[in-house]
């Protein structure tokens, strides 16, 4: 029997300190969150993280909390329930940090009686500390519990055109009568060297090339893997679907931690660097995800716009994730009904 395992990236149990410490603890003790020994690991999130973060933190998420929880569990859970009544076979959700591990998704789908798995990393974009870290654990959990279970996964679809169909309409709908003189795609940020490091060639991606990005512009089979190139390339894309003129829109990168060198531009200081360039009304659309969370609703909705109107912008338009998007909901049931009848990974 078929089944499909929804996967995203997790959430405290509550916004209060202690939880979002547990929770923190977990997501940035994760090797492949914070790629450096185990010993550093610890020093940095025991030892000094832990100790500092876990209260300001809370104080952000407590900002965006809803009613029913989480924001991201909650569109989470209401992108299952969708997907759910347009597929014959059982959905579960499941987290790769909290309480809704990914074990438990597997075991709820193992009591309905299913052994084939398609595992959905909710990330339109493969990355070492998004769908690579998903993967493993899945792959180890199956090992360990469930050797009678096989799991498919479906592919990074930061490209299928069906996908940057979806997210450019829903970019349009949103920008439906705003008179904005910027979109900026913002992406979640990673170290340059999980670039380097997801390199399979291990001469073609050079992550600090931040002006031309010709290792990003030149076919190679490192794209497969290169964060990078994905999100440049969903930019491009969404341009020519929108038919966007050049200089109107740009690409930068999220939520850096320590001092090691990200992914550059970071979207702060573009933010900044368009209001004092003189646009006064600007949209921003977060791709990297496809559920609104703390990065998008706290860090882009509030601090961004916090930012654009101190350097003298007005107009800050955010675009909501896909969420549960009629048409990415049909996307991704679409996928599911064809993985289901021809036993074929899409995307």
């Known amino acids: ?118 595992l959905i990393p909710l990330y339109p974009q493969y990355a070492m500390a998004t769908t690579e870290t ?22 990074p679809f930061y490209n299928n ?40 060639t291990k001469s073609h991606c050079k992550p600090s090339d931040k002006i031309d990005c010709v290792c990003c512009k030149t076919p190679s089979p490192a794209h497969e893997f290169c964060y990078k190139h994905q999100c440049k390339e969903v930019t491009r894309l969404v341009g ?3 038919k966007l003129k050049e200089g109107t829109y740009s690409t930068s990168f999220q939520s850096r931690l320590g001092f090691d060198p990200w992914l550059q531009p970071y979207t702060d200081r573009t933010i900044e660097r368009l209001g004092k360039q003189g646009i006064k009304n600007m949209a921003i659309v977060t791709p990297a995800f496809v559920s609104d969370c703390l990065e998008t609703l706290e860090e882009i909705a509030m601090e961004g716009e916090e930012i654009f109107h101190e350097v003298g912008g007005k107009e800050f338009t955010t675009i909501p994730c896909l969420n549960d998007d009629k048409e990415f909901v049909d996307l991704l049931s679409n996928w599911i009904n064809e993985w289901a009848m021809t036993e074929t990974v899409i995307a």
């Open 240 to 242: 020519e679907k929108l």
């Open 1 to 118: 029997m078929k089944g499909v395992l929804l996967v995203n990236l997790g959430s405290p149990d509550t916004p209060e300190p202690k939880d979002v410490k547990k929770y923190l603890g977990e997501f940035l003790m994760d090797e492949r969150v914070i790629d450096v020994p185990l010993w550093a690991r610890n020093l940095l999130v025991k030892g000094i993280i832990l100790n500092t973060r876990p209260k300001a933190s809370a104080k952000a998420y407590q900002k965006i909390w809803w009613d029913e929880g989480s924001p991201l569990i909650v569109l989470s859970e209401r992108l299952q329930d969708k997907i759910q009544k347009q597929v014959d076979c059982p959905v579960a959700l499941a987290m790769r940090y909290g309480s809704m591990t990914i074990k438990k998704g597997l075991q709820e789908l193992v009591d309905k009686g299913v052994d084939e798995v398609f």
């Open 161 to 200: 055109d069906n996908y940057i169909e979806v997210l450019s309409n829903s970019i349009a709908r949103h920008l439906e009568g705003k008179n904005y003189e910027h979109l900026l795609f913002s992406y979640h940020g990673v170290p340059e060297r999980h670039i380097r490091k997801s390199d399979i």
């Open 134 to 155: 998903i993967l493993v654990l899945a792959e180890e959990i199956r090992k360990a519990h469930f050797p009678q279970i096989t799991i498919q996964d479906l592919k």
